[in-house]
């Protein structure tokens, strides 16, 4: 039977992508979760394959949502110069179009920049697969692609194949101990709702 990856099944899953992707040692998080270095290096090489596969479309998404946002915040700045100028109320209108021009000027700047741990923060963030962020007519469709997305990438490792060399860890979840998860689902994620402030301190503009 395929062994495997005893990662994607710890219950600290979550915990150790986080700390391999932010450049934690392999030998740390083998001490710390009693890990094979070996297996915690084939399933960060793993973690980051699928995060290099990803990266450009979540930027895109990223950059969508910036830019539906701005049109958002424009849209309002017009219509209040429009209720402005039919009160003929121009100092007023004058000083909505100064707000609409300096909206326009933050375009250039509104560059998401997205690390690997950005990115997988973004995956597990409940903004990113709610449908609040869209403004569209039809949110669902939008907003149920992402969760598929997002639960997609959280799937376990690919099986180990025969020409791995075995490794103390390297066996089935229902038979090792601590890790007391059934062999049909990879560890459960906390909820999205568990994430804290510092779990976005990593996106930039």
Request: glycine share 0%.
């Amino acid at each position: 039977m395929p062994r495997k990856c005893t990662i994607c099944y710890h219950p600290q899953r979550l915990a150790i992508d986080r700390a391999l992707l932010a450049g934690a040692t392999l030998s740390s998080l083998a001490a710390k979760h009693c890990l094979s270095p070996s297996a915690l290096s084939r399933h960060h090489q793993h973690l980051k394959d699928r995060l290099q596969d990803l990266l450009p479309l979540l930027k895109q998404q990223q950059d969508q949502d910036c830019l539906v946002t701005l049109h958002t915040l424009l849209k309002l700045v017009l219509n209040a110069a429009e209720c402005f100028a039919a009160q003929s109320k121009h100092e007023l209108v004058l000083k909505s179009a100064r707000e609409a021009a300096a909206l326009l000027k933050l375009r250039p700047s509104l560059q998401v920049q997205l690390t690997p741990l950005a990115a997988y923060n973004l995956l597990h963030s409940p903004l990113y697969v709610s449908d609040g962020p869209l403004v569209t007519i039809s949110p669902e469709p939008y907003a149920a692609e992402r969760r598929l997305l997002a639960e997609n990438f959280f799937n376990s490792c690919p099986p180990l194949s025969p020409t791995d060399a075995p490794c103390e860890d390297c066996q089935d979840a229902s038979s090792t101990p601590d890790h007391p998860q059934t062999e049909s689902a990879p560890a459960a994620l906390p909820d999205h709702n568990c994430l804290t402030d510092d779990d976005y301190s990593d996106f930039t503009l």
